[in-house]
């Protein structure tokens, strides 16, 4: 999967998990008045958009390495830790309308609506923050850490704003709903993938086998690569290659390639590999899996 393809795959995949989330909370706002008050409503559906977007934020590098198992057990880590990104979400919204309750109230009337867009928006926000911050943590990657930051807080301030205020327009319209679902996930996603390309110190782009064509941006410090997997880059079906062959490490802005072990054979421009940073246009072997490191559009 190209860079370009993946990033679009991304914004599907957003789009996608606000076609998924409209029903549940279409049914969730249906039921309201059996909620006992209206902080567990609200919570009810941080929890539900952290549920659907953290689950497919955690699954999508899994999807990328065409991981099976990596897919699930990102997606099952993703749906638990979205869940409570998004309850902490909604209690920040609702701390902040608490804070501000009282100049609101006293005030004119109808600077409670912007007041109340205000707080949902902050709520969406600050929820979009820790969903991108999903994958980060379950690598336990600095660098995708702060691009999920960075990207959670652009993309979920803008949709977040545009969320809240289609319902404010159009209070109750399932209509708006989707429409501001659908602009949170997209531009969610879409930062996400335009800091990680932002940060990223390179590609490594497969060559030949049966995943040809597949580029693997190098954002974390360290990247294991192997059949396992477990593996941050999975090459199952290349002859020769171990189930931890080489790890990928990023060192002040360069990137090395190191053998896992004294006999797994790591060859840069058909030499052995050694202590040099990678250089573009460098071609990598490991087993049978080649690799050309660079910068692609």
Aim: charged letters at 15%; glycine letters at 16%; hydrophobic letters at 50%.
């Amino acid at each position: 999967m190209s860079l370009t393809l993946k990033r679009a795959v991304m914004a599907v995949l957003g789009i996608l998990g606000a076609l998924m989330l409209w029903p549940i909370l279409l049914m969730v706002q249906r039921a309201q008045a059996a909620f006992p008050s209206y902080l567990v409503f609200t919570l009810s559906q941080g929890v539900c958009l952290g549920l659907v977007f953290g689950a497919l934020f955690g699954s999508f590098e899994g999807i990328v390495v065409s991981s099976r198992s990596k897919a699930f057990r990102g997606l099952g880590f993703g749906a638990l830790f979205g869940a409570a990104a998004g309850a902490a979400g909604v209690l920040a919204g609702q701390l902040f309308l608490f804070l501000a309750g009282g100049a609101l109230f006293r005030s004119n009337s109808s600077r409670l609506g912007p007041g109340l867009a205000a707080a949902n928006g902050m709520a969406w926000a600050i929820a979009g923050t820790f969903l991108a911050m999903t994958e980060g943590l379950r690598a336990r990657s600095g660098r995708k850490l702060l691009v999920g930051l960075l990207g959670g807080l652009a993309g979920g301030l803008i949709g977040g704003a545009i969320l809240s205020a289609l319902q404010v327009l159009a209070p109750g319209g399932k209509w708006s709903l989707l429409a501001g679902l659908a602009a949170f996930g997209f531009l969610l996603t879409l930062f996400y993938s335009l800091f990680e390309n932002r940060f990223q110190a390179g590609t490594l782009k497969l060559l030949n086998g049966p995943l040809k064509g597949k580029e693997y941006p190098v954002v974390s410090r360290k990247l294991t690569v192997g059949t396992d997997a477990s593996c941050d880059i999975v090459l199952a079906g290349y002859p020769g290659v171990r189930p931890l062959h080489a790890t990928v490490h990023l060192e002040k802005g360069r990137v090395y390639i190191r053998p896992a072990g004294p006999d797994a054979g790591v060859l840069v421009n058909d030499g052995p590999a050694g202590d040099a940073a990678l250089r573009p246009e460098d071609v990598l072997a490991a087993g049978k899996a080649k690799f050309l490191y660079g910068y692609f559009a």
